[in-house]
């Protein structure tokens, strides 16, 4: 939560939307982009972020990708303006990355330009042991009641100190064999057909 913050609301003209983000199986160093639309006709200026990502439930356990890196200041609108960064936690499967600029300079923003897309961080994952699946990737809903590890969702510090949050379309992570993998599979499940038929 930041600190000396009014009030907090909804900021519905934001939106991040995860959708589902293929992956190669086995494999570390895998580089994917987040992204956020502002659809309103007003910049929206921001003094922070807290940006909260989790795979599955969060508690890893070595069966889902797990973070390697989140950077949210290079390439995207906080590089202009030099925020403190504070990675509040970083376990394998859940990361929070705190940005904060000089609460007290009305000039130290980050800009979402009115009708873009822009990067929101770029995020660095490993699939070392896995060779398909599905989990769910949340930027927001997080909820130690239902069993998360840890509760929040991705949310903003407007100038004027109104923390908001943005409207969040969570989505999923799924590593996909690659072709040579899938043939394998198939020729083994044919052979497995054929010695099913003999037999009978």
Known sequence: MFLGL????????????????????????????????????QDFQAKGMNLRMQIDDGKGGGNAPVFEAVEAVLGTPWESVSPGVKPAVTDPEYRDVRLLTDPFDDHQVGVLPAGSLTRLATVTLDTTGLNGGTWSFRLAGMSQANGDLYPGSTDYAAVGGLQVHSTVINGQLTVVPEPETWALI??????????????R
Not at 12 to 27: C, F, K, S
């Open 6 to 41: 009014r009030a907090w609301g909804q900021a519905p003209y934001l939106t991040i939307t995860v959708g589902t983000i293929e992956l190669l199986p086995n494999q570390a160093g895998q580089v994917v982009e987040l992204w956020i639309e502002n659809s309103d006709r």
């Open 186 to 199: 198939g020729s083994l499940s044919l052979l497995a057909w054929a010695i099913a038929r003999r037999k």
